[in-house]
Nanobody, 123 residues
Framework: QVQLVESGGGLVQPGGSLRLSCAAS????????IGWFRQAPGKEREGVSC????????SYADSVKGRFTISRDNAEKKLYLQMNSLKPEDTAVYYC????????????????WGKGTLVTVSS
């Protein structure tokens, strides 16, 4: 059974850091392009970052460039998102997702989704 399980969310003050993790099971993570998405209250789910299975290249939304870093550990079957210099506008439920074909992460092309972890940035 394919599963993606996110963890690491919580409440953090503006300027703080969090590291999200996503544990994969039921499929070979190394063959999949994987990414992080987020959905704030009342807004559509948006892509945050993506890491390709083909060449390991990464991409980021403009709003998080220079602050967030995506990484993967295929042996441990985990995906990470290091989030620094957090802002209140980063508050959202964060999801990891995997795609079995392709090197990018269009939201509608992702095959598997986790249930999300809530990140709240507030003083």
């Amino acid at each position: 059974q394919v599963q993606l399980v996110e963890s690491g969310g919580g409440l953090v003050q503006p300027g703080g850091s969090l590291r999200l993790s996503c544990a994969a099971s039921g499929f070979t993570l190394g063959y999949y392009t994987i990414g992080w998405f987020r959905q704030a209250p009342g807004k559509e789910r948006e892509g945050v970052s993506c890491i390709s299975s083909i060449d390991g290249s990464t991409s980021y939304a403009d709003s998080v460039k220079g602050r967030f870093t995506i990484s993967r550990d295929n042996a441990e079957k985990k995906l990470y998102l290091q989030m620094n210099s957090l802002k209140p506008e980063d508050t959202a439920v964060y999801y990891c997702a995997a795609r079995g074909y392709g090197s990018s992460c269009p939201r509608r092309a992702m095959d598997y989704w986790g249930k999300g972890t809530l990140v709240t940035v507030s003083s």
